[in-house]
């Protein structure tokens, strides 16, 4: 059996160097081509990251994704006349907080041109990463058919793209919303903050109530759910059919994640006492969330960057800065359960845990960017 051609755009982040890895370690890519703007080599990638870029079946490209020409030189394999097989995109604008046009540009523009390049080439799968954010907040967990109403300025442009890409004929769309995802490489804030509440040595206290969900999704499994939605079983997917129509999938695991059980994770992690503002205390400071984020950032900032230099860490991507966007009551409480229904997708880190956790700050500390001894 071939192995299929694959195409991953924005594949040096969080999430594309996990998929990388995915693919490789599992020998399921004839080819694989990475575009993206950033260098694997200033991308702090841990050892079998780097050794997974070096690898003969992998072609890094570096590229401007938003300039058609870079864009037809990008989607062009070998010598014109083969086509790649699926296109997983990751492309896209990550910080929170930004203008408008910003985001039209760097998520909304950028998918379109990216899917339309796809859509002329009449690519078998293209798969769109999208967020949970999107979804309006119900105490029922949101399925795929669940109300929208976007929570942060960068959820409004994933669905703007999303609602964009559904137009474009010919474009074989699956589009993933995940959960909040951590996992290997993922720059984790409220992690971070359970390292400086052992170094300030006082309880971490956050805004809301210990009920807030945030669901959680590791990025093993959101790899695994792109890959098995997007590839036909002939091609190493779970896929029976091929696309058709759009199509949408939620990725979420089963811990049904809170603030609270997040915080009992990092509490047994970090030995600090966490817990809870209220909702009295947290309304007052939703009214003034522009200067209580600047006082908080600024209380955290300062403990982390001493950590660092006490452990020798003198370059990391890391930061215990929290947006605002982030700080208001908006829960994330997601049903990821049609994805299994639909392709006998399973689910292999289907709960939160700490082990997950203190992989993650391992990997970290491996490569040099978070200083040792922080755990207990």
């Known amino acids: 059996m071939s192995k299929p051609h694959i195409l991953i755009l924005g594949g040096v982040g969080f999430i594309g160097r996990n998929l990388v890895s ?4 599992g020998d399921l890519v004839g080819s694989l081509r990475v575009a993206d703007k950033a260098l694997p080599a200033t991308s702090y990638l841990n ?19 938003s300039n058609p020409a870079t864009l037809t030189k990008v989607f ?11 296109v997983f995109n ?5 910080k929170y907080s930004l203008a408008d046009e910003v985001y039209e540009e760097r998520i909304t523009a950028l998918s379109v041109g990216i899917a339309k390049e796809a859509a002329k080439r009449k690519i078998k799968g293209f798969m769109q990463l999208s967020t949970g954010q999107v979804y309006a907040y119900d ?49 984790t804030p409220r992690i971070i903050m359970g390292a400086v509440y052992r170094q300030l040595k006082e ?21 695994r759910a792109m890959w098995g939605a997007t590839v036909q079983v002939a091609d190493g997917g779970l896929r029976k059919e091929p696309i058709t129509k759009p199509e949408l999938y939620n990725v979420c695991d089963k811990s049904e994640s809170d603030q609270g059980s997040i915080n009992e994770v990092i509490k047994s992690i970090f030995g600090i006492e966490t817990g809870f503002q209220g909702t ?7 009214l003034n969330l522009e200067s209580i984020t600047e006082d908080v950032n600024e209380k955290h900032l300062e403990p982390w960057a001493q950590l660092c230099k006490e452990g020798g860490i003198n370059s990391t991507p890391l930061t215990p800065y929290l947006d605002k966007e982030l700080l208001r009551d908006n829960a994330l409480n997601m049903d990821g359960s049609l994805i299994e229904k639909r392709f006998g997708f399973q689910y292999l880190v289907p709960q939160f845990s700490e082990s997950k ?20």
């Open 203 to 223: 309880e971490m206290k956050l805004l809301w109530t210990k009920d807030l969900k945030i669901n959680t999704v590791h990025v093993s499994d959101v790899v």
């Open 90 to 94: 990751l492309a896209s604008e990550s």
């Open 280 to 286: 009295i205390i947290s309304q007052f400071a939703k």
């Open 76 to 86: 062009t394999r070998g010598d014109g006349t083969q086509e790649f097989d699926y």
């Open 22 to 25: 995915m693919l490789l370690d």
């Open 139 to 187: 105490k029922k967990p949101a399925d795929e058919s669940a109300k929208v109403k976007p929570w942060t300025n960068l959820a409004k442009y994933k669905l703007k793209a999303e609602d964009a890409l559904k137009e474009i004929p010919g474009l074989n769309l699956v589009i993933i919303r995940t959960a909040a995802l951590y996992g290997p490489s993922d720059v």
């Open 47 to 65: 050892a079998a990251q780097k050794k997974n870029f070096e690898d003969a079946r992998v072609d890094y490209v570096q590229a401007n994704l």
């Open 357 to 376: 956790v203190r992989e993650m700050i391992k990997d970290f500390e491996d490569i040099g960017v978070w200083p040792k001894g922080t755990m207990k």
